[in-house]
């Protein structure tokens, strides 16, 4: 594989992440080039891991929960946390070269850990402070529309109710004077008849 198809194929496996991320790599890579004297024609097998790995790298570099410290080196993207744990003493208190490096994303860890409670606690007083501000107009306006919507449907039981009791009272009304009617018939004939509405 030529230099040219190295970088060709290393921009369109990284065409999906974000554009400055994609070009820092690929400046990167040509940058490491160029000082080695690769020229655009020249093979270079064996001088970096394939553009596949090297993207799947990154990637995942990027889209780590924490904030860990990535460092480029000759062989690609490399994520110094896990590097600088392997390299830990074994014996409490012997220096070693490479602890610093370990210290230091403890340090950013720590940091963005802060700022994530510091983000949170934020959002939690804010919710609140909306909350307590907004309660009495929301129960307001929440109040008057069930008053509303228990106001109409109160009418329509009101309405059914009415007209059902009015229908009833004519009902029995009816009954109770036709009744009363053929008991007068008995009595008077002509105040049966009355009452009875046929004349």
Same mark, same amino acid.
């Given at each position: 594989?030529?230099?040219l198809?190295?970088?060709k194929e290393?921009d369109?496996?990284?065409q999906?992440i974000?554009?400055?991320?994609?070009?820092? =790599?690929?400046?990167?890579?040509?940058?490491y080039?160029?000082?080695?004297?690769?020229?655009?024609?020249?093979?270079?097998?064996?001088?970096?891991?394939?553009?596949e790995?090297?993207?799947i790298?990154?990637?995942?570099?990027?889209?780590?929960?924490?904030d860990?410290?990535?460092?480029?080196?000759?062989?690609?993207?490399?994520? @110094?946390?896990?590097?600088a744990?392997?390299?830990?003493?074994?014996?409490?208190?012997?220096?070693?070269?490479?602890?610093?490096?370990?210290?230091?994303?403890?340090?950013?860890?720590?940091e963005?850990?802060k700022?994530?409670?510091?983000?949170?606690?934020?959002?939690?007083?804010?919710?609140?402070?909306?909350?307590?501000? =907004? =309660?009495p107009?929301?129960?307001?306006?929440?109040?008057?529309?069930?008053?509303?919507?228990?106001?109409?449907?109160g009418?329509?039981?009101?309405l059914?109710?009415g007209? =059902?009791?009015?229908?009833?009272?004519?009902?029995?009304?009816?009954?109770?004077l036709?009744?009363?009617?053929i008991?007068?018939?008995?009595?008077?004939?002509?105040?049966?008849?009355? @009452?009875?509405?046929?004349?």
């Amino acid at each position: 594989m030529t230099r040219l198809e190295f970088l060709k194929e290393l921009d369109y496996l990284l065409q999906d992440i974000d554009d400055k991320d994609r070009q820092d =790599a690929l400046d990167y890579y040509r940058d490491y080039m160029d000082e080695a004297g690769v020229k655009e024609s020249d093979h270079i097998e064996g001088l970096f891991e394939s553009p596949e790995k090297i993207a799947i790298s990154l990637r995942t570099s990027l889209n780590e929960d924490m904030d860990v410290h990535i460092e480029s080196g000759d062989q690609g993207f490399r994520n @110094m946390h896990t590097e600088a744990a392997a390299k830990v003493p074994e014996i409490y208190g012997q220096p070693q070269e490479d602890e610093t490096v370990f210290e230091d994303v403890k340090v950013e860890q720590n940091e963005s850990q802060k700022k994530e409670q510091k983000s949170s606690l934020g959002k939690i007083l804010l919710i609140a402070a909306t909350c307590v501000v =907004a =309660a009495p107009i929301i129960l307001g306006i929440g109040g008057g529309l069930l008053g509303l919507v228990f106001g109409f449907f109160g009418l329509v039981i009101g309405l059914v109710f009415g007209v =059902a009791g009015g229908a009833l009272g004519c009902l029995v009304g009816g009954i109770v004077l036709f009744v009363t009617s053929i008991l007068k018939l008995v009595v008077s004939v002509p105040k049966g008849i009355f @009452m009875m509405g046929v004349a």
